[in-house]
């Protein structure tokens, strides 16, 4: 009997203490009383126990309601982000709408201020071979595009139509190497050609004899003499002069006016010079055909 209490003195003292409490709240639980030496040393026991399952319980309630709140947090900055992204997109494509609006005021003001009709096209297409510096058009030979036509924006000179199909065409740039130009000095006048130089270099200024009047920055125009391109059209700025002492002509380069790799709509306009008969529209030779 003294051994199975030794064994289980600790289970026996645990009950003790939890039994006293309530058999005292039942024999004196109806009237009150002052607290004795063993309700003090039991309180004192049992309210570090206490507190700590309240303290344990507080915290799990608080951990769960934060964790609740973060997930609610972080599927709101989601659904911002998202909202986010979609107006700068919607932004983006604003600003891109009221940049190609700003080029086409530019290209009507342009078609308004000209006599010629002009085709507008759009750049669909690049040849990225630098001995043939091109651009494909979403304009051909079924919309009056013919090959020799000038190619122009509002801002000056594009090249010229290498070749048309019935949907499509290739422009030459004034820059490729087998470009040449007739060109003037805009403020005093004076004649020569600009010839393309290929490999992202400017214009070379020919033609142009050493004591004519031509300077750095000076605007270069077309002449009109060339038979191809219309008087007027700029074509870019006289950069790097040079007048050596000996021969007859001067070196210059010529910075062109408009930046092939930026253009994305240009204007084809008519040959002052006709490149053989314009070919009959598609219902006309559909008719002949059935002839």
Known sequence: MLALLKRQRELIVVAALLLYPFVTYLTHGHRGREINLVDRVVLGVTSPVARALVWTCDGIGDTVSSYGALRGVRAKNLELSTENSQLRAEVNSLREQSAENERLR??????????EKEIAARIIGINPVASFLSLRLNRGESDGVRAGMPVVTADGVVGRVKRATGGAS????????ASKVAVLVQRSRVRATAAGRGGGHPLALENAVRTDDVEEGDQMITSGTDGVFPKGLVVGRVTAVQRKQSGMLLSAGILPAVDSTRIEEVLVVPALVPFGPAPPPPSARAAERKR
């Open 106 to 115: 530019k290209a009507v003001g342009y078609v308004e201020a000209t006599a």
């Open 170 to 177: 290739d422009v030459e740039l004034i820059t490729d190497q």
